[in-house]
């Protein structure tokens, strides 16, 4: 068997990839590159474990999601046009419209006429939120403790709420 057909066997280390590059033959052989990757920092594998866990319980933290994308959406709105809390407040009275609705098309007592209520009172309270922190900011007064308290308590409702898998 020929030197130049046999492969030569080297022994390396755990973790540690080898390239093989044939020889370059001839005037016009171009010199190349080889890229080796650098092992990732401490902080780069934090953040890579902090984001799986993230996105493998993205269904059971969907309020949290929404109550950060509410909070940014707010001080936007705060930014640019303070008076879109003039337009957002009507919407508060639409939860308090639907428990009617569904009280009237389909009557529920006791354990599950509470949860429409509780819903409607929350939604209607984070309708109510939105509105306020689109005005006059997300951060005035008691409206950051507000926020965190209608999250606390959206979360808390999903978790019991959402069926587990």
Do not use: C, D, N, Y
């Amino acid at each position: 068997m020929s030197s130049r057909t046999r492969t030569r066997t080297v022994k390396t280390a755990a973790g540690i990839h080898t390239v093989r590059i044939p020889r370059q033959r001839g005037r016009r052989s171009e010199p190349f590159v080889i890229v080796v990757p650098e092992r990732p920092s401490l902080t780069r594998e934090a953040l890579g474990f902090v984001g799986r866990g993230l996105w493998a319980f993205r269904r059971a933290l969907a309020p949290t999601g929404l109550s950060v994308l509410a909070f940014l959406v707010a001080g936007l709105l705060h930014v640019i046009a303070w008076w879109s809390s003039l337009v957002i407040a009507p919407v508060a009275a639409v939860p308090l419209g639907w428990l009617l609705v569904m009280q009237r098309r389909r009557p529920a007592r006791s354990t599950a006429l509470a949860w429409r209520i509780g819903l409607a009172a929350l939604a209607t309270l984070a309708a109510v939120w939105l509105a306020l922190a689109a005005g006059f900011g997300p951060l005035a007064g008691p409206l950051a403790l507000l926020w965190l308290l209608i999250w606390i308590t959206g979360q808390t409702a999903w978790l019991i709420i959402r069926p587990s898998r």
